[in-house]
């Protein structure tokens, strides 16, 4: 055999072994690939194993991801398990107080019916008004925690907002008459999508603090504007406004005004109207200055949000 057919064989055998090579590292690639896709599909539906791998046969890639997604399968795991403790929490605190608060009510109410004197009887009073707000508190803690541990559950759907107003603004009406305030409702033919239950609660937290923080013979006034994405509900006072520098202080949890210290209340109300907006896939804003009243605005959304994978 000549020179030239033992350069012709060489290079015949270097590019089989390319080939070969090739071939083998595509392999190896497109198996690690399905692993991968085998780990992803199995952590997606919660079902991730962790097995043993070996750094000969599986890229450092793999590996790490095995380990990634065994971390976040454990954490799962925890925060699940840290869920169900919360949820059980919840419920105890909730069932073990209403009967020592409704056992309150009932005591300082006989007291009420009694014969007592004058100093008393405002003793009773106060007994009674404390005990009223304790279980407002308990009330609007357990139902806040529900919604940021997930625990509570909204249920939007599509309807008129006309019928949520007129509720909100009958169930607001006896506060606003005691104080001799206008309360109206514009009419409106708009819909959106809400969960009746806890849009009402959010909402009547609004008007509530209208009417309470509105002098007497002012006016309140619910209106809704429509836009593509969503409805918007505006609850108008001519009340004293608030500064700049306190509206995005508002909406925290037990956040009270200085110049409300003299109102009753507990300053969880608009905290828990914005947690219910964020459930449903709206928001909640206010526009106010002193002296020139003040405007919260609930959005809500008039579609359906988009599916997600």
Known sequence: M??????????????????????????????????????????????????RFDESRLSALETRMAHYLSASSMTSGRLEQEQAAIKALIGDISH?????????????????????PQECRTCVAALSEQVSKLRFLIDALVKTSRLETGVLTLSPRLQDISPLLERTATQAAPGATDKGISLTVEPTELT??????????????????????????GRVTLRAVGYELFCRIDVTDTGPGIPEDEQPRIFGRFYRS????????????????????????????????????????????REEPPAVG
Do not use: C, H
């Open 192 to 217: 959106a999508r809400f969960d009746e239950k806890w849009t009402a609660e959010a909402l009547y937290n609004l008007v509530d603090n209208a009417v309470k923080y509105t002098p007497a013979g």
């Open 2 to 51: 000549n020179w030239d057919a033992w350069i012709v064989a060489g290079l015949l055998l270097a590019l089989v072994a390319a080939v070969g090579l090739a071939l083998f590292s595509l392999w190896r690639t497109r198996r690690t690939l399905d692993t991968l896709e085998q780990m992803l599909d199995d952590a997606a539906r919660g079902q991730f194993r962790e097995t």
């Open 258 to 301: 200085p110049a409300a210290r003299g109102q009753e209340g507990v300053g969880i109300g608009l905290y828990l109207s914005r947690q219910i907006a964020q459930r449903e896939g709206g928001y909640l804003r206010v526009s106010s200055r002193p002296g020139a009243g003040s405007t919260f605005s609930l959005f809500l959304p």
């Open 96 to 116: 073990q107080t209403k009967t020592p608060i409704a056992n309150l009510q009932l005591y300082s109410q006989l007291l009420a019916e009694q014969e007592l």
